[in-house]
């Protein structure tokens, strides 16, 4: 009886840590193509991938493939997007990642 209340523990909090990364959360964002915006932040993975929506915004997505570089893609409602090179997490201002090949800031505080 131990064991599966045990496991079943183990089965609930690991939903419930799913739960609180999936969750979105009011921010405020930053591209360099549509400046500072109130935006919704959602936690994707436990590697620190995330996408941030806003009315009226496209939907920015990053993907981190390794700590601190992350794929980027956005979203315009009808097409979603694979922007060119890589998005590195910046050193000064951790909120930010900066395109390596077109230099676009995405931020989300």
């Known amino acids: 009886m131990n064991v599966r209340y045990g496991t079943c523990s183990i089965l609930a909090m690991s939903l419930l840590g799913w739960t609180s990364v999936a969750e979105a959360k009011p921010a405020r964002c930053f591209s360099s193509d549509d ?3 109130a935006c919704d932040f959602k936690g994707l993975d436990r ?3 995330f996408e941030v929506r806003a009315k009226g915004k496209p939907t ?3 993907w981190v493939d390794t700590p ?3 794929s980027g893609f ?3 409602g ?3 997007i694979s922007l ?3 998005y590195v997490r910046e050193t000064q201002d951790p909120a930010c990642w900066t395109n390596t ?3 676009a800031r995405i931020c989300a505080r």
């Open 35 to 37: 400046g500072t915006y």
């Open 47 to 49: 590697q620190g991938s």
């Open 60 to 62: 920015y997505t990053l």
């Open 68 to 70: 601190g570089v992350a």
């Open 74 to 76: 956005v979203n315009f």
């Open 78 to 80: 009808d097409r979603n």
């Open 84 to 86: 060119p090179g890589q």
């Open 101 to 103: 090949d077109t230099k």
